[in-house]
């Protein structure tokens, strides 16, 4: 009876053990989940996922020297030139990143305050720009130390709206007719994407693009609806095959 008694005594602490580990094995996959998310935009996720998001926000999320809070909430991270994620493409290894072009575009007329400015200014771009917030994590006067570049941290909840984690920062294919129509570039295609075009001969030289974008009070009422200002700088063929985007502007949704 005492051999008997002994084996129920260790098959209890052993019971005991087993669902107190349990417990704190589950307070720490709990305690990785974000408490803003919500669930009833989006559903609900595994910890295994989760871990999944979680090792590769901390692969794209580079380590900052300098990290600015904007006032809609989003986080600045100042990441050494050096480190930013474009450059941890195989082929960009031991690239060059050059400060300058290596020609100077031609004089362009330059309106400050009203007036065309044609002369050859030698101020920095940031002293051109002055105290312009063209940005809204500046309006707190703060901007990324010389030498870094600032990139908006990713968080769990951008992946989220992805449709899964091997989705996450790609370019969704809508399949949009690109048709170059000089008569009529306004286009709205049958899906309600509404844009325009405009674009140059290929014997044409580009130094680059500008674009005034008004943005006003857009309503997003579902998950995948988003209302987008912006200025794309396209290379490639329309087709598909060899398309290259440089995108910048405002989104929301």
Known sequence: MDTVGRK??????????SFFFLCQTSKAAAAKIPSNLNYTKYRQVSNLRLERIERHLDKINKPSVFTIESPDGDIIDCVHKRKQPALDHPLLKNHKIQKVPPEI????MVKTDGVRDVSNSSKSSDERLGAVNWQL???????????TVPIRRSKVNDVLRAKSL????????????LARRVDAPDV??????????????TSQEIYGAKATINVWDPSIEVVNEFSLSQIWVLSGSFDGSDLNSIEAGWQSG
């Open 105 to 108: 575009p031609k004089l362009k």
């Open 166 to 177: 091997y989705d996450f920062g790609k370019k969704k294919r809508h399949g949009l007719p």
């Open 137 to 147: 994590w500046h309006k707190n006067g703060q901007r990324c130390p010389k030498g």
């Open 188 to 201: 709205v295609s049958g899906n309600g994407h509404e844009h325009a075009i405009a674009y140059t001969g």
């Open 8 to 17: 129920r005594q260790v098959l209890v602490l052993l019971l005991f053990w």
